[in-house]
Structures are given as C-alpha cells and as structure tokens.
C-alpha cells in the first residue's frame, strides 16, 4: 500500500508520483469521486498483464509475506490463478504447488515477489518460510495459528506466520477448516523446532474459566441446567467446547466448593 500524490489526468485515468518508478495509473474506473491535483491517495501497487506497474483502490486479500487461503479461479497452462480481491487475479505457478489443484478449491499459500519478473504471486511452498528465525517460545504462551492442513496426527498449522505447530487429533474439541486462524497455547517445542500446540488455556486457569462460564449459564437459565455429570459429550461439547471429562472435573470442583448441587437429569445452582 502506498500514499501517492496525484500529479495529472488523462481520459483513461489519472497519474500519480511515485519516485524513482516515475508516475503510476489508477485507471478511470477506479479514481474516487471529487479527486483534483495535489490530492493524496491510498493506493495498492502491482504489475499487470503487460508489466506495468498500476494503481488500485482496491485492497487485496493478503499482502507480500501473509500467508492466507484463497480459492482457485481457474487453472491455465501457465499455472493457477487465485482470488485475492483484485481484478487481476494472483498466480501459482505449477512450480510452487505442492500438489495439482483445480478450480473452485481452496488452497493456503503465502504471498511473495518473483525475483526474476518482480510480479507478486503465491506459493503453496510454506516450508521454506517457517523455521528460519530461531524464535523461542514460552510453554502455556499464547499464539497465533492458521489452519494449513489435516494429518493421520492431526492438523499442521502455522505460528505467528514463523513457525510450523500441530494439533493433536485427541487434543481438539471442535471443527477446524483450512484457513482458518484462531488462538492456541504451546505444548512444546520439539527438537526439530516444531511446536505441539492446544486450543484450551492449560493448566488452573482453564479450570477455572470454565467453571465461571458453567455459573454464568446456571444464572442465566434460572439455576438449572440439563448438562450434569451423565450429559452426552456431544451436547457439552456444543455448548462448551470441551471433552466430557474436563466439563466432569469443573463440575466435582464446583460441587467441593458447595456452588452446586446434581439433581436427577442435570445440576442446580447453590443459592
């Protein structure tokens, strides 16, 4: 992204200065209403099919060095092409699939500049992004994962856009989707520089959050809740998003701290 200067106008667009790279178009279609000379512009910079650098208002899905899901539009000889929110569609070259994709699926890539054509393209090759910073994490700290993709393990994710991470199958209490991003808390880190990772807080303070949000419900469905000791971990699991055996230890806890007590068919507050 880039804040220009527009410097003159023509009937396909209007010019703004860029630098060393000259003047750049925002073509006519695009210019906001009401622009005059001298105006600043919020603009995103790319290169078209001809090569040219041009301008857009338009602001793309993922900038260089995201990485981001996107959904193949249309496979050519030249490679794939993705939906990145442009007009111009983004590349992956058959080089950087990891596996042949076709149309209509949706793929996680990271977002680079070709060195040689200095066009912005997409590359399913994550590895050899991941891994290189040394970074060292906390156990039980807090981080940022996207979902990459699912193994016989579990779910391959990348960490605060650095590192790889994984998601034990046994260790997930909900659906999971390519793509997608959400918070989760260090295991370990293996030797190979890989994190294990989970999605609940570990240790007393999941308890603990946990507990409050079964009092929370209790108070606001009346002191009474069908979600007892023999509940089916399916409807624990929608309504609190954990195995049947921690939403058990929350509840002995509550029940020692004389906060409830189990009646036939659920548990009732203790006022």
């Known amino acids: 992204m880039n804040t220009l200067e527009v410097t003159r106008e023509e009937e396909r667009g209007i010019y703004l200065e860029a630098g060393t790279d000259g003047e750049i178009l925002l073509p006519i279609k695009e210019v906001p209403e009401e622009t005059y000379i001298g105006d600043m512009l919020d603009v995103f910079i790319y290169r078209d099919s001809a090569d040219r650098l041009i301008a857009t208002t338009w602001t793309p899905k993922a900038m260089v060095g995201d990485f981001v899901v996107l959904k193949v539009t ?8 993705l939906d ?6 983004l590349m992956l070259p058959f080089g950087e699939q ?33 891994g290189k910073t040394g970074r060292r994490y906390l156990e ?15 779910y ?25 991003k959400l918070k989760a808390y260090v295991l370990e880190t ?45 409807s624990i699991l929608a309504a609190y998003n954990v195995s049947k055996k921690t939403y058990k230890r929350a509840l002995s806890q509550l029940f020692k701290e004389r906060k409830i007590i189990f009646e036939d068919g659920g548990i009732r507050l203790v006022q």
């Open 74 to 81: 249309q496979v050519t000889p030249h490679g794939a092409f």
């Open 84 to 89: 990145w929110g442009l007009v111009k569609d």
């Open 98 to 130: 990891k596996r042949k994709v076709s149309q209509g699926i949706n793929v996680v890539v990271r977002v680079y500049v070709d060195e040689e054509t200095r066009r912005i393209a997409a590359t399913a090759r994550l590895g050899r992004y991941l």
């Open 140 to 154: 039980n700290e807090e981080v940022d994962i996207m979902i990459v993709d699912r193994t016989d393990l579990g």
């Open 156 to 180: 391959r994710v990348v960490v605060e856009g650095e590192d790889w991470g994984l998601l034990y199958h046994n260790q997930i209490f909900q659906a999971l989707e390519v793509g997608q």
């Open 190 to 234: 293996r030797p190979d520089g890989k994190l294990d990772l989970i999605l609940q807080k570990p240790g007393p303070q999941k308890a603990m959050d946990l507990s409050q949000q079964i009092l929370d419900r209790l108070k606001q469905s009346g002191g009474f809740s069908e979600l007892g000791d023999k509940a089916d971990p399916s």
